[in-house]
């Protein structure tokens, strides 16, 4: 949990002193209030652990920043390290450069004479189409990150968002859009890119609205940080035309901020008082806690537990941060059938199956037949077998079918 807050309020902090930089110092200090109540109920980087992601978030603003600054260093060091973090930001941030660059290309080659250009279009054009195979082929190489499942963000209406702690914002985000793109202090580059890798990034963390439905929690981030970034710049660009005098657009400010950190604080109440409880059943309780203990204590360390995870994804995705061990989805050995359990076995990694006991419903296969599945740990909380892998394969190498290994 301490790596967790600390990506967190580095993230935060890192988005304000990116506002600072160019918006100024009320855009940056809204931007971090947005930021650090988006946390619990809108991001859901604490509820299902999923540390690298948000790590990642943090190269991707040092990416923007050095690439404000114009240090090619920096961008190439921000771009390995967002990499090695999270492969899945690394490529969304770089479909979003495949994108402006030819934008960028083009508005230059407009001041030239452009027969003498023609085939520098061409080369920009034929790069830009290589540069997408080349993500195409990133996507099939690393199929668990595009899998082809509907997998939606917590919002699934645009209603629901403006209900949420950031909703005040989102219809200011338009409004900081088009005021950012004619910043001429700002680099054109910069600015085409951030204004498409805000455009990208909503469009892809919303694609269940255009019937998609891919991925839509993975990219949802990255639409929260252009909204927050652009949100930010609207609503101040917004108060500063509407009330001239200084003391009440403060006031107004003030309140906005104020209304939405209290709903921010009662979300995440939600979510952290009443664990097991509607959106919180991805939260982890202290005995789960201590199961996840035993496990790194006794377990070998090359062991791959399956886990039903009917608690949400919460519980799969804490497993290996807690226990360094392996882990799977074991909903598909959830079988009363021990026939079906030990062909299964043939083709799967796991070694140990858990079950949370007060939340699921056990398969009656590894009660029935202990001299197969042997219960190495057992309390009011949680049961774990060993899964007899070994068996199951050997047997299948003999031409034995393994389910004649099973007593019922």
């Not at 951030?194 to 990219?219: C, D, H, K, M």
């Not at 009917?310 to 497993?319: A, E, K, T």
């Not at 796991?350 to 599945?373: D, Q």
Request: hydrophobic content about 50%; some cysteine; overall charge positive.
């Amino acid at each position: 949990m301490i790596w967790m807050a600390l990506g967190h309020l580095l993230t935060g902090l890192l988005l304000g002193y990116l506002l600072r930089k160019f918006a100024g110092l009320i855009p940056a200090f809204i931007g971090m209030v947005f930021w650090s109540i988006s946390v619990v109920g809108v991001l859901s980087f604490v509820q299902i652990g999923f540390m690298p992601q948000l790590w990642s978030m943090i190269f991707l603003l040092l990416f923007f920043e050095k690439l404000h600054a114009k240090s090619k260093i920096g961008v190439g060091l921000s771009l390995i390290a967002m990499w090695f973090a999270h492969p899945g930001t690394f490529i969304v941030c770089a479909l979003a450069l495949v994108i402006t660059l030819p934008q960028y290309i083009f508005s230059k080659l407009d001041r030239v004479n452009e027969t003498a250009c023609t085939w520098k279009r061409v080369t920009v054009s034929v790069a830009s189409a290589l540069l997408l195979i080349l993500l195409f082929i990133a996507f099939k190489r690393w199929p668990s990150y595009i899998a082809l499942e509907t997998e939606f963000n917590v919002f699934r209406t645009i209603s629901e968002i403006l209900k949420s702690q950031i909703g005040i914002i989102v219809p200011f985000t338009p409004i900081g859009l088009i005021i950012f793109s004619r910043l001429n202090s700002i680099s054109k580059f910069f600015r085409l890119y951030l204004v498409t890798f805000g455009a990208l990034s909503i469009v892809l963390g919303f694609n269940s609205l255009l019937g998609i439905g891919i991925l839509e929690s993975r990219f949802f981030p990255f639409a929260i940080i252009s909204i927050i970034i652009f949100g930010s710049i609207g609503i101040w660009k917004v108060l500063q035309t509407a009330f001239a005098f200084g003391p009440l657009r403060y006031l107004v400010l003030t309140v906005i901020l104020a209304v939405a950190i209290f709903q921010g604080w009662h979300t995440a109440g939600a979510y952290f008082a009443n664990p097991g409880i509607d959106k919180t059943y991805q939260q982890l309780q202290p005995n789960q806690v201590e199961v996840f203990g035993w496990i790194k204590q006794n377990l070998p360390s090359n062991a791959v537990i399956a886990q039903n995870d009917s608690l949400g994804d919460g519980v799969i995705r804490w497993l290996p941060v807690l226990t360094d061990r392996g882990t799977t989805n074991g909903g598909y050995l959830n079988k009363n059938s021990c026939a079906d359990v030990m062909n299964l076995l043939t083709q799967s990694s796991a070694t140990y199956m858990l079950y949370f006991k007060k939340f699921e419903t056990m398969s009656t296969a590894y009660e029935t037949n202990p001299l197969l599945f042997k219960k190495v740990y057992d309390t009011e909380e949680a049961v774990i077998y060993e899964l007899p892998v070994k068996q199951a394969q050997n047997a299948e190498q003999i031409k034995i079918k393994p389910a004649t290994l099973c007593a019922n």
